[in-house]
């Protein structure tokens, strides 16, 4: 029974081919006669039309020869292709003027103003003409996909059943896609492809049909029989792939479409053995690259899409069912070169007009080509990055590393003439980098075989693999150095030249900070490494400088940058806490005095996150901490001066027009100052003296002087160090917030229990110590950082104002409470005379502001006053009226009267000052 049926299909699959093509002759011999009559009325309406145009301009009618029938054919477009604007119309010209009956000659109309054509209307979508064009043919998309199964269930059928010997069943399927691209041939060539509306795109159909057969015949042969190796397979996919990019340029979309989909699909219906399967990875990238060459001879754009699309995604299923390093990296090489080359048509592409980046941003429209390059690069930039993260071995992962390094050179140095493809250096460039740290975050095989190396034999040397690493660094560095010295022009060269400069720093600290070589092979060995990535930057440096050009400072001062960087790394690998924080500090130093010597701006940015870093290392590491319980005096006094001295220095040697600079250096000066003072407080009074309320308001009136200098320098700030500022005065604020909340619970303990002392005698005592630098640190916060022009000076004046009248307010109640009941401010109370004293002082405080007022001009002192002499009323009639007796009482109300009466006419006398101008 199965050998009848076996007979049956091979009979309709020989003979059924041939009727269904006569069948489709018989058809057109059926609708001739309706070909005919519609051809005659075209023809009657061009007449008619031609008759009309004529007319209207006057001129007699005339008829022009039929247009052949190939100008016919290419007048139809593909329902894939995307409309073509019609070019616009010519302007009506006058006709030549005419003497009418009388001999007169007829003045010439005049000329018709060209109308504008109206707007292009937008064309469909891809999706939208993919839909209709499959409501209208899905009958040609079936029997493509039946022919296509048909070859591959004949195979497998006679796998199966064992009828015919292997060779003669991959015989079969080569004969059976032979006949397909045969018979699509034949009726292509006698009625054309689409220019006969009954057989439209049948030939695609067939000849896509059979392109898929033989990739199938081909696969099978090798995967499935072992008749033939892998470079017979190879060279005959090779010549299928060719077969399939000359017929694409003879057939229309169909033919494109359905060889991408079916010889994609193929591959996962054939099956075979799991060692055969490596064999996949170029035939992938073979059926890429037949739709990138059709492509670019057609111009259909969504077929280069398909072409990368379609292979992609099938490499990446492949990957997860077989993984093959070295097939996975040469398939994704293959392709991204493509699709850099065959559509330029070019070994040295020429491609002008807006970057991938741009067209991204919304900035620019790229040409199509840019973002299938775009679209190339990324793909062989993602299997550089998936062999580094997941590949099996050190050795995949390595070769992950390298193809990322070769991308990147090969944009970089063979795509010179490109502009359009400049950004594309940064896909593999970044990859690298990504790639290097979260191939050690996630304990990839090469990170596991370094980090193995903690446990050798003392005798026995250290893995090499960190410094081949550095090696493919400085190799990134060098690369694009290259590409800066052949750039021409000015447009992007400061893209290369910062890729020059970062590249290898950023590949050091990648390291440093995630596989921590100086763990493995010694903390002297890769500062050696990381001096060497200096030297390197030096010499860039000097190479760059020797160039010239208008950008010669800027970028000399980006090598110049990382090579202090990559000092201070290797002098942080090698010194010791007081010995880094003085290095950094001379790094700072040497860095303005070359900026001064030389204009380079990205100094001064590495002399700002110098002072950062030491900010850094003073606070936190090794810190306060540190300095207060570890530290000799010695070290102590060296960290400190060491950065006070530089900070003197850069505001000595920072050129004129470095405000920046001279704002960090006035700023830090302050900055370290407070460091120092809290440093110096705690280490002499103590653990239970510092906790006490004057100590623990001077450590607030320090860190709030820290946190105004940090606002002080945050307008002259580059906008990338903006956030970091703000950052830092916040966390001083706090600090700030934490000393004041322990200066008021000791005073409060003061006030309730009388556990504790005022010390020193009045108004010079412990109270004047704790409150009276907060007022005057917020009284000069109020009049400088809220200065007219500063950022935030609204609320800045008026808060830090208030806040240091209320201190001053404050420190006045608890010192006439002082002076009443003595150094225990607990007592009972209060007396006569402490209450007179609260009254006195409230009216003195505001005469004295009101005398302000008048001195400065100022209406909110005025204001304030004014509300100081409400309060003073308020309290007189309120508590003293019921707390005083006898002559206190007395004196206390005249006294009160006398002195609103001299207020009042300071007002009026300030008012008629202020009116008069």
Not at 59 to 66: G, L, V
Request: aromatic content about 8%; some cysteine.
């Amino acid at each position: 029974m199965l050998i009848v049926f076996g007979s049956i299909y091979g009979l309709l699959v020989l003979v059924g081919l041939p009727a269904l093509i006569f069948a489709h002759f018989g058809l057109r011999s059926e609708n001739a006669l309706l070909r005919i009559r519609v051809e005659d009325l075209l023809k009657d309406f061009e007449a008619l039309t031609r008759e009309v145009a004529a007319l209207r301009r006057g001129a007699p009618p005339h008829t022009s020869p039929e247009p052949a029938p190939e100008q016919a054919a290419e007048a139809l477009s593909s329902e894939f292709a995307p409309p073509v604007a019609s070019p616009a119309p010519e302007p009506l010209t006058a006709p030549v003027a005419r003497r009418g009956e009388d001999g007169a000659e007829d003045a010439p109309p005049v000329e018709a103003a060209p109308k504008a054509p109206p707007p292009e209307p937008k064309g469909p979508a891809l999706t939208d003409r993919l839909a209709a064009w499959l409501r209208e043919n899905w009958t040609l998309a079936l029997a493509a996909l039946s022919l296509i199964l048909g070859g591959l269930f004949m195979v497998q059928y006679g796998v199966e059943q064992g009828l015919l010997t292997p060779p003669l069943r991959v015989l079969g399927a080569l004969v059976l896609g032979a006949a397909l691209i045969a018979g699509g041939e034949a009726i292509r060539r006698r009625h054309g492809d689409s220019a006969t509306p009954n057989l439209r795109h049948l030939p695609s159909t067939f000849s896509g049909a059979g392109t898929v057969v033989l990739f199938i015949a081909i696969l099978s042969a090798h995967a499935l029989y072992g008749l033939i190796g892998s470079v017979p397979a190879l060279a005959g996919m090779a010549a299928v792939s060719l077969v399939a990019v000359l017929l694409g340029w003879l057939y229309g979309p169909v033919l494109s479409a359905i060889g991408l989909l079916g010889a994609t699909a193929a591959p996962f219906f054939v099956g075979g053995s799991s060692d055969k399967a490596v064999l996949l990875y170029p035939y992938f990238a073979m059926v890429g690259l037949a739709g990138l060459g059709i492509d670019t001879f057609r111009r259909w754009a969504w077929v280069s899409g398909l072409a990368l699309g379609l292979p992609a995604g099938a490499l990446g299923l492949l990957w997860l069912h077989e993984p093959d390093a070295r097939g996975l990296a040469l398939a994704a090489l293959a392709l991204g070169l493509g699709a850099v080359l065959i559509p330029a048509r070019s070994l040295r592409p020429v491609q002008d007009g807006p970057m991938t980046g741009q067209g991204l941003a919304g900035w620019a429209a790229p040409a199509f080509p840019t973002w299938i390059a775009a679209a190339g690069v990324a793909l062989a930039s993602g299997a550089g990055l998936v062999l580094m993260l997941d590949g099996a071995s050190p050795a995949a992962a390595a070769l992950g590393y390298a193809l990322l390094l070769l991308v990147f050179a090969g944009v970089a140095l063979g795509l010179a003439r490109a502009p359009a493809f400049e950004d594309l250096a940064l896909l593999p460039g970044v990859a690298a980098l990504v790639g290097l740290g979260l191939h050690a975050v996630l304990d990839g095989p090469l990170y596991s075989a370094f980090r193995a190396g903690l446990d050798r034999l003392p005798e026995s040397a250290a893995p090499t693999t960190v410094w081949w690493l550095v090696a493919g660094a400085a190799a990134l560095s060098v690369i694009a150095f290259l590409r800066l010295a052949r750039q021409i022009g000015t447009d992007h060269r400061g893209l290369w030249a910062l890729g020059a400069a970062v590249l290898l720093p950023a590949a050091i600290l990648v390291l440093e900070f995630l596989w921590a070589p100086g763990e493995v092979t010694g903390a002297y060995p890769w500062a050696l490494a990381v001096m060497a990535g200096a030297g390197l930057m030096v010499v860039l440096a000097e190479r760059r400088s020797a160039m010239g050009g208008e950008a010669r400072g800027f970028e000399t001062g980006l090598f110049a940058a990382s090579a202090l960087i990559l000092i201070g790394l290797a002098l942080f690998l090698v010194l010791t806490k007081i010995a880094l924080t003085l290095a950094l500090s001379a790094m700072m130093v040497a860095a303005v005095a070359l900026d001064r010597q030389r204009p380079m701006r990205p100094l001064g940015w590495l002399a700002q996150l110098g002072a950062a870093v030491i900010g850094y290392r003073l606070l936190v590491d090794p810190g306060l901490d540190w300095a207060v319980g570890r530290a000799g005096t010695v070290d102590v006094l060296l960290a400190h001066l060491g950065p006070l001295a530089a900070f003197a220095a850069i505001l000595v040697l920072a050129r004129p027009e470095r405000a920046a600079l001279r704002a960090l250096a006035s700023s830090s000066l302050v900055t370290v100052m407070a460091l120092a003072v809290t440093v110096a407080l705690r280490r002499g009074l103590g653990a239970e003296g510092f906790e006490t309320h004057w100590a623990q308001g001077l450590t607030a009136t320090v860190w709030i002087l820290a946190a105004f200098a940090q606002i002080w320098r945050l307008p002259h700030d580059p906008s990338l160090l903006r956030p970091l500022r703000i950052g830092f005065a916040v966390v001083m604020a706090l600090a700030a917030c934490g000393a004041v909340a322990v200066m008021i619970d000791d005073l409060s303990w003061l006030l309730a229990t009388g556990q504790g002392r005022v010390a020193g005698p009045p108004v010079l005592d412990s109270l004047a110590l704790a409150i009276l630098p907060l007022a005057a640190v917020f009284g000069a916060g109020a009049s400088l950082l809220g200065a007219p022009g500063r950022p935030g000076a609204r609320w800045l004046r008026p808060g830090l104002g208030g806040l240091s009248v209320l201190a001053l307010g404050v420190w006045g109640w608890l010192e006439i409470r002082r002076i009443w009941r003595g150094p225990d401010l607990s007592l009972p109370g209060p007396s006569d005379g402490e209450l007179y004293s609260y009254t006195l002082a409230l009216l003195l405080a505001s005469g004295l502001g009101l005398l302000l007022a008048v001195l400065t001009r100022s209406h909110a002192l005025r204001r304030l006053a004014m509300a100081g002499v409400a309060l003073t009323v308020a309290k007189v009639f309120l508590i003293d009226m019921s707390g005083l007796s006898g002559l206190v009482r007395v004196a206390s109300f005249v006294g009160l009267g006398l002195a609103l009466a001299g207020l009042a006419w300071l007002d009026r006398a300030v008012n008629r000052i202020w009116e008069r101008g």
